[in-house]
T-cell receptor, first 113, second 112 residues
Framework: SAVISQKPSRDICQRGTSLTIQCQVD?????MFWYRQQPGQSLTLIAT?????????ESGFVIDKFPISRPNLTFSTLTVSNMSPEDSSIYLC??????????FGQGTRLTVV | QKEVEQNSGPLSVPEGAIASLNCTYS??????FFWYRQYSGKSPELIMS????GDKEDGRFTAQLNKASQYVSLLIRDSQPSDSATYLC????????????FGKGTMLLVSP
């Protein structure tokens, strides 16, 4: 499976600021996704990162709050904008390849104070 | 709304026993099913995928799929303390590269 590198692994941020999370894959992949996992909860899909076009957002998530870039088939970024304590979560990059199985990066643990 | 349901647990089993984890889903025409293991503070790790009715075995793990009854299960034989984790069931509703819907996960505790 592809090797997925996500950074930062964790950060503590002040409310009102923004954080950009990077996801780098060691091979070209068709699909990249961004998930959020709030404390004690399961994974919720934020958006599908589309190469060369705007991301496709799930209900409840908007581009102004979570802008996403995907300039090529191996890299994507997720920005969490104007953060509040409610944004404290683990953010996960996921890729799908080959047999349609999904794999995850190490995650970014974000705490907003 | 398409949903994936799991008992949150914890499911407690002694070392060496069989752990049985269950998952039900709401859409009869779902295509693909996955089990992920997530240790505390870590990201999900794919254990098994299953696409057709019946059993699929991989080492100590067996996934069972029954599309008519809309459930998928994961059996862990000879459970070890290192198997203690949260197990997430995920369903892909359509074919191809569509997104996954995750259940809330079942916490498994294996006692020595």
């Amino acid at each position: 499976s592809a090797v997925i590198s996500q950074k930062p692994s964790r950060d503590i941020c002040q409310r009102g600021t923004s954080l950009t999370i990077q996801c780098q894959v060691d091979s070209q992949v068709t699909m990249m996704f961004w998930y959020r996992q709030q404390p004690g909860q399961s994974l919720t899909l934020i958006a599908t990162a589309n190469q060369g076009s705007e991301a496709t957002y799930e209900s409840g998530f908007v581009i102004d709050k979570f802008p996403i870039s995907r300039p090529n088939l191996t890299f994507s970024t997720l920005t969490v904008s104007n953060m509040s304590p409610e944004d404290s979560s683990i953010y996960l990059c996921s890729v799908v390849e080959g047999s349609t199985e999904a794999f995850f990066g190490q995650g970014t643990r974000l705490t907003v104070v | 709304q398409k949903e994936v349901e799991q008992n949150s647990g914890p499911l407690s089993v002694p070392e060496g026993a069989i752990a049985s984890l269950n998952c039900t889903y709401s859409d009869r025409v779902s295509q693909s099913f996955f089990w992920y293991r997530q240790y505390s503070g870590k990201s999900p790790e794919l254990i098994m995928s299953i696409y057709s009715n019946g059993d699929k075995e991989d080492g100590r793990f067996t996934a069972q799929l029954n599309k008519a009854s809309q459930y998928v299960s994961l059996l862990i034989r000879d459970s070890q303390p290192s198997d203690s984790a949260t197990y997430l069931c995920a369903v892909r509703w359509d074919s191809g590269y569509s997104t996954l819907t995750f259940g809330k996960g079942t916490m498994l505790l294996v006692s020595p």
